[in-house]
């Protein structure tokens, strides 16, 4: 991932297997879809994602892995919840090479901000 101002907001951390990103997890929610990147109070960016899943027995957590490997074109096998499970704020760690770490990069710069 490039060094730049746009990328200082973006929920994505390179790191030597691929990437951490930080998401904003809504259950329950009318339909699934990756809303955009939010900002919190501290400027942490967030990855807001709404799934229709309720938060039980991991359910909205398979939900958000199985709509980011969708959305990416990315198998399920390369997104797992590495901190945040039972949480509404999530990390994933996504196992890429260093090519789609900036292709999703790029793809999370172009998401509205909310």
Do not use: F
Not at 19 to 44: C, K, N, Q
Not at 67 to 81: E, G, H
């Amino acid at each position: 991932m490039s060094a730049g101002a746009e990328t200082d907001v973006l929920p994505l951390t390179a790191d030597a297997e691929g990437a951490r990103l930080s998401v904003r997890l809504t259950p329950r929610a009318a339909r699934d879809r990756v809303e955009g990147i939010a900002l919190d109070a501290d400027g942490r960016a967030w990855l807001r994602v709404s799934v229709t899943a309720a938060p039980e027995a991991g359910k909205a957590n398979a939900a958000l892995v199985a709509l980011l490997a969708k959305t990416w074109k990315r198998p399920k096998s390369a997104i797992r919840v590495v901190a945040g499970a039972t949480d509404r704020r999530k990390t994933l760690h996504i196992t890429a090479d260093t090519a789609t770490v900036d292709t999703l990069a790029r793809h999370l710069a172009g998401l509205p901000r909310r």
